[in-house]
């Protein structure tokens, strides 16, 4: 590279512009103080450089923010935290550990009485049973009391908005056994038969 001018680009401003010979980019300058001047500006620009990158990095919270060697919440989380916290942000955890007490009913209730009922339903509170039949409906009323502390010992307890938490099972409905439909075919009139 050629110091004096003779370059295309030494000879032109920075708009593109041709140089008058009076207005080089370091004037009259010749060897070690044009060294040097070319030095400081280089200098300079590097400076303006890392500031304009400083800049784009933003402030130091920013920084903190960059990804280490050590865990944080924007790291890929295990599938049960994630759910986990899904459930208690949306209110579900009841409902949802509710669910879990319809599957493992036997092991809660007990073979005797599991034998001739089983959940149905639950909504807000309500857990609905079905009976197989009426003397059991009769048993599984009776039983409430104890079946309700139960099971509300092993669901957490829902969360009531703008109030205290409450049992997530406040009541049992039973139901006694379905009666047959006559709706259906296979009714016979016994008088034409």
Not at 36 to 47: D, E, F, N, V, Y
Not at 80 to 99: C, F, I, N
Not at 166 to 188: C, D, F, H, Q
């Amino acid at each position: 590279m050629t110091v004096s001018g003779s370059d295309n680009n030494d000879n032109r401003t920075g708009n593109g512009v041709p140089r008058q010979s009076g207005d080089h980019k370091y004037g009259d300058l010749r060897g070690p103080d044009l060294a040097r001047a070319a030095l400081a500006a280089a200098r300079s620009r590097a400076r303006r450089i890392e500031e304009g990158r400083a800049a784009r990095r933003g402030s130091a919270e920013a920084q903190s923010r960059r990804s280490s060697a050590r865990p944080d919440e924007r790291d890929p989380q295990p599938l049960e935290a994630t759910l986990s916290r899904l459930l208690a942000e949306a209110g579900w955890e009841a409902p949802a550990a509710v669910g879990g007490l319809i599957h493992g009913w036997a092991d809660i209730v007990g073979p005797r009485i599991a034998a001739h009922c089983e959940p149905v339903s639950y909504e807000v509170g309500v857990l609905t049973v079905q009976t197989d039949s009426s003397a059991w409906a009769t048993e599984l009323r009776n039983l409430s009391g104890m079946l309700l502390s139960r099971l509300n010992s092993a669901v957490p307890r829902r969360s009531v908005p703008g109030g205290p938490p409450r049992p997530a099972i406040e009541r049992i409905a039973v139901l006694g056994p379905n009666p047959p439909s006559w709706r259906r075919a296979g009714r016979t009139d016994r008088r034409t038969s």
